[in-house]
């Protein structure tokens, strides 16, 4: 499977994006996505996720809870990350990944990653 972040780009704090995730292949079920961050000098930061099953469970850190949220298209194969009220913190390079183990996800512990979508926030 392979996964593509875009959408990513300059912003003011206090505004909005849009990151959008396609993935090459149709997830089953037990498989979950996440979107995953890393600011310069920080580890990755799993940031928000949600599972492609009917209930379409989500998660998200403490960091974003209340200002990003995730969603899913599977007519599209896409996957999205809505981020509002942006702060400087949230400044980062944006994956997106997947895999059917919530572990995985939650520790960011893939074994391959795309490129990812830079993601900044002025001040």
């Known amino acids: 499977v392979q996964l593509q972040a875009s959408g990513g780009g300059l912003v003011q704090a206090g505004g909005s994006l849009r990151l959008s995730c396609a993935v090459s292949t149709r997830l089953f079920s037990n498989y979950a996505l996440g979107w995953i961050r890393q600011a310069p000098g920080k580890e990755r930061e799993t940031v928000a996720a949600?599972?492609?099953?009917?209930?379409?469970?989500?998660f998200y850190s403490d960091a974003v809870k209340g200002r990003f949220f995730i969603s899913r298209d599977n007519a599209k194969n896409t996957a999205y990350l809505q981020m509002n009220n942006l702060t400087p913190d949230d400044t980062a390079v944006y994956y997106c990944n997947a895999a059917n183990s919530p572990f995985t996800i939650l520790k960011a512990d893939f074994d391959s990653w795309g490129p990812g979508t830079q993601v900044t926030v002025s001040s």
């Open positions: 949600i599972t492609w099953t009917r209930s379409r469970t989500t």
